[in-house]
């Protein structure tokens, strides 16, 4: 009697996991074929839309709206969001490899841990977003907005910036070697930029005035150590 009970016991609780994970399945296609026919998260019934882990791999979401959208691990591999309003959005730990976000806004977005190797990036809104740990190896940040952008621990080994914003942002402990950040645009905007325990090592400086920006304990481009 107590086997049978335990196997009634072990049906209930997964036919209750069951119960919770076809809705929130059924919830996501729906929530995904609406955001390809509306390009708005906000013309839904719900606030914002619940991407969490969906699958987006190289769809067409230009010019979408999705503003505070929760695409928390969502693989947007090859996707092209240029022009898309990414406002506020939580994309921590999100695949973007290889995305097009050409003029995107990220403004205040969360990007922790996220996968943006070589993403296209040209002009792209991260104003105060939160980019640590992030892997931008490769990225092309061309004319990018990086006021107050964080950046710490972020890898942006080989990564263009140039034409880039850095006022205010902070790199400390990031990986810029060989990176490309040779601007008059980033020189005008290194005031108050944190580069402290960054890698610089081969990073393209030439013309950058570097005096006011924080490099204590910064590898330069030399090899040399920053005291």
Known sequence: MKGIAFVIKIGLILSLIVGWILPANATNLKTIKQLMETKDCHSFIWKYCNLSGANLQ????????????????????????????????????ANLAHTNLL??????????????????????????????????EKAKLLGARLWGTNLSQANLTHASLRGTNLQYANLENSNLSFADVNSLLFRDATQFTNFSNANLQGANLEGVNLETVILQGAVMPDGSIHE
Do not use: C, F, H, P
């Open 58 to 93: 190289g769809l067409d979401l230009s010019n979408t709206n999705l503003s505070g959208a929760n695409l928390k691990q969502a693989n947007l591999r090859e996707a092209n969001l240029k022009y898309a309003n990414l406002s506020g959005a939580d994309l921590r730990q």
């Open 103 to 136: 003029r995107a806004n990220l403004n205040k977005a969360k990007l922790s841990e996220a996968n943006l190797t070589q993403s296209s990036l040209l002009e792209v809104n991260l104003t105060l977003a939160n980019l640590s740990y992030a892997n931008l």
